[in-house]
């Protein structure tokens, strides 16, 4: 940054210089505290950073009882976003931190992990060598269908059928 006064700088003008430097830090954007987020959905994880060499690393890491631990989520470049396959560790005490060396910053407030959507009401009717299965869909966000197994006496399950997440009855 350089100031001097309205004459075109010469030898003979007077110019002062002058260095801005900005302190070292990266912030959480997102999740920053009150979102609910589900379980099994993509969502991106924000941040931004000043005064920091780029591109350097930062480490993502995520907390479920509102940071008394920390679970790592990755080790990327400092691009200031990464798509987070949102874990299934249903939580109301949730938190980001975003790391780099002796900097780091957690998300604001706690935010919400939903778990994974499951079929409710499931009702089994038997039929003449069949079983018709009824339930209640789910209205979870990202939610994209149903997988139908068998199970067996030994306790191996096998698939029988994907359906849509529309779907109440197979």
Do not use: K
């Amino acid at each position: 940054l350089s100031l001097h006064d309205a004459l075109p700088i010469s030898e003979s003008s007077n110019v002062t210089r002058a260095t801005v430097m900005l302190p070292e830090s990266v912030t959480v954007v997102s999740p920053n505290g009150g979102e609910s987020w589900q379980a099994g959905v993509t969502r991106s994880i924000t941040w931004s950073s000043t005064g920091c060499t780029i591109p350097s690393l930062v480490t993502l890491s995520y907390s479920v009882n509102n940071g008394s631990s920390w679970s790592t989520i990755a080790t990327v470049i400092n691009s200031g976003v990464y798509t987070w396959l949102v874990p299934n560790t249903p939580t109301t005490q949730a938190l980001v931190r975003v790391s780099s060396g002796i900097l780091n910053d957690n998300s604001n407030a706690v935010f919400s992990i939903r778990a994974i959507p499951s079929a409710s009401s499931l009702v089994a009717v038997a039929g003449n060598g069949s079983v018709q299965l009824n339930w209640t869909a789910s209205s979870a966000e990202g939610l994209s269908g149903y997988r139908i197994y068998r199970g067996t006496t030994s306790g191996s399950l096998s698939l029988l059928a994907s359906v849509a997440s529309s779907a109440t009855v197979y």
